[in-house]
């Protein structure tokens, strides 16, 4: 999306016509790039991986009769190959020469020229380590701790950090294995750590003809696992002579290779010894670059065609003005991990206001797919000064609303963030998060018997209606029936913590709710009166006290943000080990009949796989579990099923069907009998009235891309500059 504005306000501009061609794959097929480009050609299966197949590629060039190739952040960005390939089909590649990105964009040979033109240089292997072997005898003279890299690496990826031979021998395969199948090359090098240090870059534009401009310098050092956060420009622990200096070290690399394009410089910088150590050129647009943008009111990626056209940067050089600050908003769930939770997006309202920019290339109905990155946003604050535009970020943050159907976003954990005293006073460093975090810091519990209570009386309703609708259909046949009580005893599962939430409606809008911790005898109790905005956005206020809620749920899992605080509730579903994101069977371990005991290390052996639904049975805690087969058995409610039927003993003893509503209609006593699950039994459980209402948005928001697209197909323009898929590498 960001070159189809950059194209569309060049053709308002000048009146000359250019038409955009996009490539992508079928998990792209509804991106809104794809949407908004004059003509999409399909590259394939994204699993294929076409965007690094260059035979593909050149296809995809000369059937489209692309004039230009803009690669933005893509794959395909940093790979000479590529521009060598752009060239031989006569398509002008909007970056730099094959030649430029060579000596620049590998890792080895930017930091053989750094030294040369006087930039400094940490301790390093002054080239590749070929083995592992190498790289243990290497290891040993640059010193632990040290950092092993891909010369092709990015985004966190192909990068680790080592601090004995031990963890060499761990790492040094797996990370040129996964350099080789991200970038395409798994060669490695050596450098040594630099503790305690802030993550600096400086952008330049080059027009290839002798004139390089150091626009500005950002500070990226809140980053996790070497994966950028939060970003700044301009830094606030360098003084302007250090600025000047940095500028000056970028500029000369940049024309010492005759540098045609946009490129970022990055160091690593010590404040307590004030030294700089050059870290890489990144031969290519960043994910951040909108924050010089803002900051210095100049257009990047219209400067990357102007000069790929032969143009000339002219004039004076940009100057950087107040300060704007980044935040990466990501489809990712910092309680598992920060693992990817892909899935489709049901709900995305976007912050504005003056000082807001907002970069994005989903929109309601995209798909997050597991097969790229996982951002979803960029979202940009402007202000006169830095603590403006961290108040101008907090509210941008706090007014943004993603639901991602099955997934959840890091936005409650950037909002902690941003109140972070170390970020607030800008002491942190690239390494602070993952210390804190290691120390179990940085994981909020605010809100949390909140949003309990929020779930409980969502699950409260849906079975009241579920009853409601059982009392009409029973009451045709002349002998209506309802299992509806007055009362609901829930099991819930919050951060690895069961917990019991019971509920009881007392008026149309009106609740009493106990929330205990299922080993704890204390019980919180209010009285909560709900009012409700839309399906997912409302308000509750509990014992007087309102908070704003949105809530998102799919199947068993309820994802609740009170007041900006995201908690991921899960109903206990009797044993039911689902996988948070797509994956391949890789072992069985049990079979039917086995005793699983509580913490059994074969319980966890098996990776599901969710795309077909596939279920694993895990213990409840402190529960003993046996696998039966049974054929036929109580069926539930009243429904016959055809195989077996699945009964799980849950931790409060109540005996459940597959729908994890207590068996035969009516509410049994506790019982201590193992579970009795059925081999090869498959079932759905009914979709509740949140994702019903979800589908049929995404059929409503699907039908209108399809008009969307017929419209934009009747376009003839004579122009084409072909922007690449943007799946962003950090």
Not at 99 to 116: P, V
Not at 159 to 172: C, D, G, H, L, Y
Request: charged share 25%.
């Amino acid at each position: 999306m960001r070159l189809i504005h950059a194209v569309r306000e060049l053709a308002a501009e000048s009146g000359e016509r250019i038409e955009t061609v996009a490539l992508y794959t079928d998990v792209d097929k509804s991106a809104p790039f794809v949407r908004e480009a004059d003509l999409a050609y399909n590259l394939g299966l994204a699993a294929d991986r076409p965007y690094l197949n260059l035979e593909v590629l050149e296809t995809a060039l000369v059937e489209t009769k692309a004039d230009a190739a803009w690669v933005g952040w893509g794959f395909v960005a940093e790979i000479p190959e590529f521009a060598e390939l752009c060239e031989k089909v006569g398509v002008t590649f909007v970056g730099p020469s094959a030649e430029a990105m060579r000596k620049l964009g590998d890792k080895i040979g930017s930091k053989l020229i750094a030294e040369e033109v006087g930039v400094p240089v940490a301790p390093w292997s002054r080239g590749a380590v070929d083995n592992l072997e190498h790289a243990l005898k290497v290891a040993e003279e640059v010193t632990y701790p040290l950092m092993l890299k891909a010369t092709a690496g990015g985004g966190g990826r192909g990068i680790r950090k080592i601090t004995s031979p031990a963890e060499m021998e761990e790492n040094f395969e797996r990370t040129s294995l996964e350099a080789a199948r991200a970038f395409g090359s798994g060669v490695m090098f050596l450098e040594r750590l630099v503790t305690g240090a802030r993550h600096v870059e400086v952008q330049v534009i080059a027009d290839g003809q002798g004139t390089a401009w150091a626009l500005g310098v950002r500070d990226c050092s809140v980053q996790r696992r070497n994966q950028k956060i939060i970003e700044e420009s301009a830094s606030c622990v360098l003084e302007p002579h250090q600025v000047d200096e940095l500028k000056s070290s970028a500029e000369r690399l940049a024309n010492a290779v005759g540098y045609r394009g946009a490129c970022t410089v990055e160091f690593l910088y010590h404040p307590g010894e004030k030294l700089f150590a050059f870290l890489e050129v990144n031969t290519r647009l960043q994910v951040e670059h909108p924050i010089t943008e803002i900051t210095t009111s100049f257009d990047l990626v219209k400067a990357q065609l102007h000069v790929a056209g032969g143009g000339k940067l002219e004039g004076s050089k940009p100057v950087e003005q107040g300060h704007a600050v980044e935040a990466r908003l990501n489809a990712e769930d910092p309680d598992r991990d920060f693992a990817p939770c892909p899935g489709t997006i049901v709900r995305l309202e976007l912050p504005a206001g003056p000082g807001i920019r907002v970069d994005t290339g989903v929109a309601e109905g995209s798909q997050i797919p597991a097969d790229f990155d996982s951002m979803i946003a960029k979202i940009i604050a402007y202000g006169r000064t830095r603590d403006e535009a961290l108040g101008k970020l907090r509210r941008a943050m706090a007014e943004t609303t993603v639901i991602i159907e099955g997934g959840t976003t890091n936005k409650s954990f950037v909002l902690d963030l941003l109140d972070e005293p170390a970020v607030i006073d800008g002491s942190c460093d690239t390494s602070w998060i993952d210390r804190v975090r290691a120390e179990g810091g940085l994981i909020s519990h605010r809100h949390s018997a909140i949003a309990l209570a929020a779930a409980g009386i969502e699950v409260y309703e849906d079975e009241e209606q579920l009853n409601r609708a059982q009392l009409l259909v029973s009451a045709r046949g002349g002998q209506p029936r309802t299992n509806h009580e007055g009362a609901s005893k829930l099991e819930f599962v919050l951060r690895g913590q069961p917990y019991v939430v019971n509920v009881a409606r007392t008026g149309s809008a009106k609740y009493r709710v106990g929330v205990s911790a299922a080993d704890s005898d204390v019980v919180l109790t209010g009285d909560v009166d709900v009012e409700r905005f839309d399906h997912h956005v409302g308000q509750i206020t509990v014992n007087g006290t309102r908070f704003r809620v949105v809530t998102g749920t799919h199947g068993p899992v309820h994802q609740v943000e009170v007041d900006g605080v995201t908690h991921r509730v899960t109903r206990d579903e009797g044993g039911v080990l689902r996988s948070p994101m797509p994956a391949l069977v890789v072992a069985t371990p049990l079979a039917v009949g086995a005793e699983v005991e509580a913490g059994a290390p074969g319980a966890a052996g098996a990776v599901p796989r969710p795309a077909a639904g596939a279920q694993r049975r895990r213990r409840h805690a402190g529960a003993r579990r046996r696998c039966v087969a049974e054929a036929g058995g109580d069926r539930g409610r009243g429904r016959r099923r055809r195989g077996a039927e699945v009964r799980v003993v849950g931790r409060a003893g109540a005996a459940r069907t597959a729908h994890g509503r207590p068996a035969g209609g009516a509410r049994r006593p506790r019982s201590r009998r193992p579970a009795r699950v059925a081999a090869g039994l498959r079932h759905h459980r009914r979709r509740d009235r949140a994702s019903a209402l979800e589908l049929h948005g995404r059929a409503r928001g699907a039908a209108g891309a399809a008009a969307g697209r017929r419209g934009r197909a009747a376009q003839h323009l004579r122009r084409r500059v072909r922007p690449l898929p943007q799946p962003s590498r950090r």
